[in-house]
């Protein structure tokens, strides 16, 4: 697919780079703030779908309100088309709940995807899932996921060869504990992991998956201890090792990670540590294989040492197109979502 990406700037982010030729081909606002439809934004996600690029993420006048819909702009190859608020939580006449973290997922043959959730609190909210088939320009009645079923929680699934999807789940209202989800009819029947985790020990949540060399998965997740903690799985996601913090801190962010075409594994996330610390930067990384990671590229720097508290470049999506770049999408201030694209072969 071939995504014509409009320049902001002819240098972006100058001497972040690690590397000394950049690799970023463009950086953009999804909408400008001016424009904005909503006073708050978060949890932005991207795919491919046609010839389209397709973002969604929710938002209203604050996360939890229940104005908060989910919403969705599409770029042609030209420009991205106006936001679109697509679902919202509205129950009946008197009753309306916020939106949570959409996720887009193209699979190899159907429609494109989008799950989210509805709910008052990640505690109590419910899986949803709407469907597209012509590239997010209209979408399906919202249709419910079964009870204990969330569908992906904040980041993409996994397509198997066999054509079951995996999708990387979480929950909250007993620990933060971790869960694969796996269909293999796009949605309609499903099947749960259980927890991977204790939630206490190592609290995770929002984990999402890499893909290595002989039916090997692995996991890397958003703690509440400081750091990202990893598991893997030998046989395609069929059991998984006991969860381990790995060296890459984490201030309690969601991050997500891509296998690329070449075999090698790109992260997107926040490099602080500590509970509830500081969402910027935001920086890329690449590994070999998936356990020794090199810090390439800075996204978002630091640029008042004195008010980091006050910035957020957060909840990255990341996804490697067919042409090879790489696309990704984040919360920038919570006032839009910023889009990134990024040629891996200059990693």
Aim: hydrophobic residues 35%.
């Amino acid at each position: 697919m071939k995504i014509v990406t409009i320049f902001i700037s002819v240098i972006f982010l100058f001497g972040c780079m690690k590397n000394e030729k950049s690799a970023v081909v463009s950086e953009e606002y999804i909408y400008e703030i001016a424009a904005a439809k909503t006073p708050q934004c978060h949890a932005s996600t991207v795919a491919a779908s046609g010839d389209y690029l397709i973002a969604s993420w929710f938002g209203g006048t604050a996360e939890k309100n229940k104005d908060v819909g989910i919403w969705v702009s599409r770029h042609d190859g030209r420009s991205w088309s106006a936001p679109e608020e697509v679902v919202n939580g509205v129950q009946n006449d008197t009753l309306r709940y916020p939106c949570w973290n959409p996720v887009l997922f193209q699979a190899e043959e159907g429609p494109l995807m989008l799950f989210y959730k509805i709910g008052p609190s990640p505690r109590t909210w419910w899986g949803m899932v709407v469907t597209s088939q012509d590239q997010g320009k209209t979408w399906s009645e919202a249709t419910k996921l079964p009870d204990g079923i969330y569908g992906p929680i904040k980041n993409k699934p996994v397509q198997l060869n066999n054509g079951d999807l995996l999708c990387p789940t979480s929950t909250e209202h007993d620990g933060w504990k971790i869960q694969i989800e796996r269909t293999s009819d796009l949605g309609k029947t499903w099947t749960s992991s259980g927890d991977l985790n204790d939630g206490f020990e190592i609290g995770a949540i929002q984990p999402t998956i890499l893909v290595h060399p002989g039916d090997k998965l692995q996991l890397l997740c958003r703690t509440n201890k400081g750091f990202i903690s990893e598991c893997w799985s030998e046989d395609n996601g069929a059991t998984w090792s006991p969860m381990k913090a790995i060296s890459l801190p984490n201030p309690n962010s969601g991050i997500d990670a891509v296998t690329l075409k070449d075999g090698r594994h790109l992260l997107v996330y926040n490099p602080t540590g500590g509970d509830w610390g500081d969402r910027v930067p935001l920086s890329v990384g690449i590994s070999a294989d998936g356990k020794a990671w090199e810090e390439v590229l800075v996204l978002e720097p630091v640029t008042d040492p004195g008010k980091t508290a006050e910035e957020e470049y957060s909840y990255p999506s990341v996804i490697q197109t067919h042409d090879g770049l790489v696309h990704v999408v984040y919360t920038w201030n919570r006032k839009t979502v910023k889009h990134v694209v990024i040629d891996p072969k200059n990693l």
